[in-house]
Nanobody, 125 residues
Framework: EVQLVESGGGLVQAGGSLRLSCAISGLTLGDYSIGWFRQAPGKEREGISCLTGTPPVPYYLPAVKGRFTISIDSAKSTMSLQMNNLKLEDTAVYYC??????????????????WGKGTLVTVSS
């Protein structure tokens, strides 16, 4: 059984930082793109970052590039998202996800294979 369990969300002021983590089990990391989506209230889901391949190659949504950094510790089967210089518009539920195809992060309405339950990030002014 595939399990993706997020942690690290919370409340932070604009300009601050948070680090999200995702504990991954039940799949072979090299066979999947692993990454993060977010969904803000009233907005569509966004694929914000993922890692694909060995060695892993990152993808970033332009809105987060330069502020967010994705990484993976394969030995611990843990993926992280370091989020710096957070903005009000980063407020959302952040989901860890896995899919065989990288296109999952850039295609609208794609049926992503596996999801975590999500963790809320709230950025305040």
């Amino acid at each position: 059984e595939v399990q993706l369990v997020e942690s690290g969300g919370g409340l932070v002021q604009a300009g601050g930082s948070l680090r999200l983590s995702c504990a991954i089990s039940g799949l072979t990391l090299g066979d999947y793109s692993i990454g993060w989506f977010r969904q803000a209230p009233g907005k569509e889901r966004e694929g914000i970052s993922c890692l694909t391949g060995t060695p892993p190659v990152p993808y970033y949504l332009p809105a987060v590039k330069g502020r967010f950094t994705i990484s993976i510790d394969s030995a611990k089967s843990t993926m992280s998202l370091q989020m710096n210089n957070l903005k009000l518009e980063d407020t959302a539920v952040y989901y860890c996800a896995a899919d065989p195809l990288r296109v999952a992060w850039t295609s609208r309405d794609y049926d992503v294979a596996y999801w975590g339950k999500g963790t809320l990030v709230t950025v305040s002014s």
